[in-house]
C-alpha cells in the first residue's frame, strides 16, 4: 500500500517498447540501476512501467539499442498537477474573456440611424459627432432626450425623433414626414408660427389661442396658434392669462418654385474595368490593412463594403471589417442632344417632387417649362402643395400681457 502511494506521489509511465534488440534493452536497464515494473508481453508489443522522473534516462539506452518506445499511459500526481494546471488556465482565460466581453457593454459601438429619407445617416452621424456622441462613448454619457431636443432643433424637418440604447448600439430612430401633433421641444412654453407664406386650408386647435382660420393668408413667422390663453371673470374681462403649449394640425397651401439649368455639355465617368480590391479590418479606430496593392490609378472610385462583428443582434463589438474596391474611371466628354436634354430636365424635376411624396404632402398642381437656352437647358417650374405649416416658436417676455392692480389686462 505504502509502495502504491509512493509511486502515485511521484508518478508511473507505461511504455510499450520496440525493436530487434529488446533484451539487450533490459539488461542495460538493469545494468544502470533504472527500476523497470510489471513486465509483460501484450498482443506481440512488450509493455512495462516505471516512474516518470526516470524516463529520460531511457534515451541513451533507446539510442545504443536500436529501438523505440511509445507512452501508453501516464498517472499519478505530477501529471494531474499539470492537467489542473492547464484546465486552470483555460478557466482564467474564459474568465477573463468574460470580463472584458461584459466591460465592452458599458460603451457605444454602432450608431444606426432609421427612418431618414432626406437626410443621410451620414449627415446625422456627422451631427452627432460634433455633439461628442461617437462610437467608444460610456453609454452613461449618452442622454438620449438630449440628443432628442438637438435632433429637432437642428432639422426643421424632423418631426419625430427618438433615440434608444440597445446593447451596444445608439438607435436613432425618425420621422421626417408630418406627424399629427406638433412635438414637444425643450423650450416651453410656445407659440404655433407659420414657416412658409401660405393661405389656411384647415386648423384644429387642441390647446392654445387660435389667430387664424380657414381662408386666411399669412406670412412666414406670423403667429397662428398662441401659447397666451387670456383667462376670463364672470363678466367676460380678461384677469389673468395661462402660459401653455399651442399645439394644432394647421395646413396651408403653398408654393414652391424651381429653377436648374443644365449644361448641354458635360463630362462622364467612363469605367476602364480596371480594379483594385484591398482587404482590412478596424479595431475601434485603429485600421490595418491585410492586403494591400499600390494605387496607380490617375482617376478612381474608392467603394467600401464594411460588416460589423456582433455577438447578438444588439452586441456590437469595436471590430469591423471589409473590402476597398478602387475602380478606375476615366473622363468623356459628351453633349446632349435636345431630346436627352428634356428627359433629363424632366428626371431632375421629378426627383424635386418625390421629396414632397417622400414626406406625404399632397400636391396639388405641378407646371414645369423645359427650353433650351445658349448652351444651358433650363427648367423652370412651380408646385403647389397642402402642408403642415406650423412651427414651433417659444413666447417671448414682450409678449406677456400686464395685469394691472385691479385684476384685468391691460391693453395698448
Given at each position: 500500500?505504502?509502495?502504491?502511494?509512493f509511486?502515485?506521489?511521484?508518478?508511473?509511465?507505461?511504455?510499450?517498447?520496440?525493436?530487434?534488440?529488446i533484451q539487450?534493452?533490459f539488461?542495460?536497464c538493469?545494468?544502470?540501476?533504472?527500476?523497470?515494473?510489471?513486465?509483460?508481453?501484450?498482443?506481440?508489443?512488450?509493455?512495462f512501467?516505471?516512474?516518470a522522473?526516470?524516463?529520460?534516462?531511457?534515451?541513451?539506452?533507446?539510442?545504443?539499442?536500436?529501438?523505440?518506445?511509445?507512452?501508453?499511459?501516464?498517472?499519478?500526481?505530477?501529471?494531474?498537477?499539470?492537467?489542473?494546471?492547464?484546465k486552470?488556465?483555460?478557466?482564467?482565460?474564459?474568465?477573463l474573456?468574460?470580463m472584458?466581453?461584459?466591460s465592452?457593454?458599458?460603451?457605444?459601438w454602432n450608431?444606426?440611424?432609421?427612418g431618414?429619407?432626406?437626410?443621410?445617416?451620414?449627415?446625422?452621424t456627422?451631427f452627432l459627432?460634433s455633439?461628442?456622441?461617437?462610437?467608444?462613448?460610456?453609454?452613461?454619457?449618452?442622454?438620449?432626450?438630449?440628443?432628442?431636443?438637438?435632433?429637432r432643433?437642428?432639422?426643421n424637418?424632423?418631426?419625430w425623433?427618438?433615440?434608444?440604447?440597445?446593447?451596444?448600439?445608439?438607435?436613432?430612430?425618425?420621422?421626417e414626414?408630418?406627424?399629427t401633433?406638433?412635438?414637444?421641444?425643450?423650450v416651453d412654453?410656445?407659440h404655433?408660427?407659420?414657416?412658409r407664406?401660405?393661405v389656411?386650408?384647415?386648423?384644429l386647435?387642441r390647446?392654445?389661442?387660435?389667430?387664424?382660420?380657414?381662408?386666411?393668408?399669412?406670412?412666414a413667422?406670423d403667429?397662428?396658434?398662441?401659447?397666451?390663453?387670456?383667462?376670463?371673470?364672470?363678466?367676460g374681462?380678461?384677469?389673468?392669462?395661462?402660459?401653455?403649449?399651442?399645439?394644432?394640425?394647421i395646413?396651408?397651401?403653398?408654393?414652391?418654385?424651381y429653377?436648374?439649368?443644365?449644361?448641354?455639355?458635360?463630362?462622364?465617368?467612363e469605367?476602364?474595368?480596371?480594379?483594385?480590391?484591398n482587404?482590412?479590418?478596424?479595431?475601434?479606430r485603429?485600421?490595418?490593412?491585410?492586403?494591400?496593392?499600390?494605387?496607380?490609378?490617375?482617376?478612381?472610385?474608392?467603394?467600401?463594403d464594411?460588416?460589423?462583428?456582433?455577438?447578438?443582434?444588439?452586441?456590437y463589438l469595436p471590430?469591423?471589417y471589409?473590402?476597398?474596391?478602387?475602380?478606375?474611371?476615366?473622363?468623356?466628354?459628351?453633349?446632349?442632344?435636345?431630346?436627352e436634354?428634356n428627359?433629363?430636365?424632366?428626371?431632375?424635376?421629378?426627383l424635386?417632387?418625390e421629396?414632397f411624396?417622400?414626406?406625404g404632402?399632397?400636391?396639388?398642381?405641378?407646371n414645369?417649362t423645359?427650353?433650351?437656352?445658349?448652351?444651358?437647358?433650363?427648367?423652370?417650374?412651380?408646385?403647389?402643395?397642402?402642408?403642415?405649416?406650423?412651427k414651433?416658436?417659444?413666447?417671448?417676455?414682450?409678449?406677456?400681457?400686464?395685469?394691472?392692480?385691479?385684476?384685468?389686462?391691460?391693453?395698448?
Amino acid at each position: 500500500m505504502v509502495q502504491h502511494g509512493f509511486q502515485w506521489f511521484c508518478g508511473t509511465v507505461t511504455i510499450a517498447v520496440f525493436g530487434e534488440e529488446i533484451q539487450r534493452f533490459f539488461n542495460i536497464c538493469r545494468a544502470n540501476e533504472l527500476f523497470l515494473r510489471d513486465i509483460q508481453t501484450e498482443n506481440g508489443q512488450t509493455v512495462f512501467s516505471m516512474n516518470a522522473a526516470e524516463v529520460k534516462k531511457l534515451k541513451p539506452i533507446l539510442k545504443k539499442t536500436h529501438t523505440r518506445i511509445r507512452i501508453l499511459k501516464k498517472k499519478g500526481l505530477p501529471f494531474l498537477r499539470l492537467k489542473i494546471r492547464k484546465k486552470r488556465s483555460f478557466a482564467v482565460g474564459v474568465i477573463l474573456a468574460g470580463m472584458m466581453l461584459y466591460s465592452l457593454t458599458f460603451f457605444i459601438w454602432n450608431i444606426t440611424v432609421e427612418g431618414n429619407y432626406s437626410y443621410t445617416a451620414g449627415e446625422i452621424t456627422d451631427f452627432l459627432n460634433s455633439m461628442q456622441i461617437t462610437g467608444g462613448i460610456l453609454k452613461a454619457n449618452v442622454d438620449c432626450d438630449a440628443i432628442e431636443k438637438a435632433i429637432r432643433n437642428q432639422y426643421n424637418d424632423i418631426t419625430w425623433v427618438c433615440a434608444e440604447l440597445n446593447g451596444t448600439r445608439l438607435i436613432i430612430h425618425i420621422k421626417e414626414n408630418y406627424d399629427t401633433q406638433i412635438p414637444k421641444e425643450e423650450v416651453d412654453p410656445y407659440h404655433l408660427t407659420a414657416k412658409r407664406d401660405a393661405v389656411v386650408t384647415s386648423i384644429l386647435t387642441r390647446s392654445g389661442t387660435p389667430l387664424v382660420k380657414q381662408g386666411d393668408t399669412v406670412k412666414a413667422g406670423d403667429i397662428l396658434v398662441s401659447g397666451i390663453v387670456s383667462v376670463y371673470d364672470d363678466n367676460g374681462e380678461p384677469m389673468d392669462h395661462l402660459l401653455v403649449n399651442a399645439d394644432a394640425d394647421i395646413y396651408g397651401e403653398t408654393t414652391y418654385t424651381y429653377h436648374k439649368e443644365i449644361p448641354l455639355s458635360y463630362r462622364e465617368k467612363e469605367y476602364t474595368g480596371n480594379e483594385i480590391v484591398n482587404y482590412y479590418c478596424m479595431i475601434d479606430r485603429g485600421r490595418l490593412l491585410l492586403q494591400t496593392q499600390k494605387t496607380e490609378f490617375a482617376d478612381y472610385d474608392r467603394l467600401t463594403d464594411d460588416h460589423w462583428v456582433s455577438v447578438l443582434k444588439n452586441f456590437y463589438l469595436p471590430v469591423h471589417y471589409g473590402t476597398e474596391t478602387i475602380r478606375e474611371y476615366r473622363w468623356v466628354d459628351k453633349t446632349y442632344t435636345e431630346a436627352e436634354a428634356n428627359q433629363a430636365a424632366e428626371a431632375d424635376f421629378n426627383l424635386f417632387l418625390e421629396k414632397f411624396i417622400k414626406k406625404g404632402i399632397q400636391i396639388i398642381e405641378k407646371n414645369d417649362t423645359i427650353q433650351i437656352i445658349g448652351e444651358n437647358c433650363v427648367v423652370d417650374g412651380t408646385v403647389t402643395v397642402v402642408e403642415p405649416i406650423g412651427k414651433v416658436r417659444p413666447v417671448e417676455q414682450s409678449e406677456l400681457p400686464e395685469i394691472n392692480t385691479e385684476g384685468t389686462e391691460k391693453t395698448e
